[in-house]
């Protein structure tokens, strides 16, 4: 049974111990020939096994996020594979293949006709932009230009009194144009 489990989505040999996990579950859930009519889970425990909660092995699921762990643009749920049943709560067990963790959630959305590419490994972009055949590139203009440079008082203009006070213009005007207010 697990072999057929990890063939029908073409899953790696690595899920060996989910997959053999996940067909105990579900032989458990399911009818046997050593007692008629009746799960191994009801004739254990009495009580007829639930089964509306029953996926198929390795199918894509869409795991929630939650509002704290994402921001107003980010996705709401994050593509996952399913890969078996929590043994001490009622949730999903789910691998992402794109960084290799796996958690265990039950907001989860399934497609059980999708399966992963494992061929492949799949590229996922933060942000694709689209551009038409008519769309131009805008150059949009630097705000930090440097002014054209002003020219320098001589030496003999510096040891002069005018040379000072222009020394001192030169210096004011600079400083208004770096932003700064007067001394």
Same mark, same amino acid.
């Given at each position: 049974?697990?072999?057929?489990? $990890?063939?029908?989505?073409?899953? &790696? ?16 859930? %399911? ?36 509002? /704290?762990?994402?921001?107003? $643009?980010?996705?709401? %749920? ?7 049943? !929590?043994?001490? %709560? ?6 992402? &293949? ?49 002014? &054209?440079?002003?020219?320098? &008082? ?6 002069? %009194? ?6 001192? /213009? $030169? $210096? ?8 700064? !207010?007067?001394?």
């Amino acid at each position: 049974m697990a072999r057929c489990m $990890l063939k029908a989505k073409s899953m &790696p040999k690595e899920f060996w111990v989910e997959v053999v996990s996940c067909a105990v579950y579900l032989s458990n859930h %399911s009818n046997t020939r050593n007692v008629k009519g009746q799960t191994r889970q009801e004739a254990w425990s009495e009580v007829k096994p639930k089964v509306n909660h029953l996926r198929v092995f390795g199918s894509i699921a869409y795991a929630h996020v939650l509002n /704290q762990g994402r921001s107003k $643009l980010d996705d709401r %749920s994050v593509k996952h594979v399913f890969i078996g049943y !929590d043994a001490n %709560s009622k949730d999903y067990k789910l691998y992402n &293949p794109n960084n290799g963790k796996m958690i265990v959630s039950r907001d989860v959305e399934f497609d059980e006709e999708e399966a992963w590419n494992w061929e492949k490994e799949e590229v996922t972009y933060d942000f694709l932009p689209y551009f038409e055949e008519g769309d131009q590139e805008v150059v949009v203009p630097n705000e930090f230009t440097t002014p &054209p440079p002003s020219p320098t &008082p001589s030496i003999h203009e510096a040891s002069s %009194s005018e040379g000072s006070s222009m020394i001192l /213009q $030169l $210096l004011m005007k600079l400083w208004r144009t770096k932003g700064g !207010d007067k001394p």
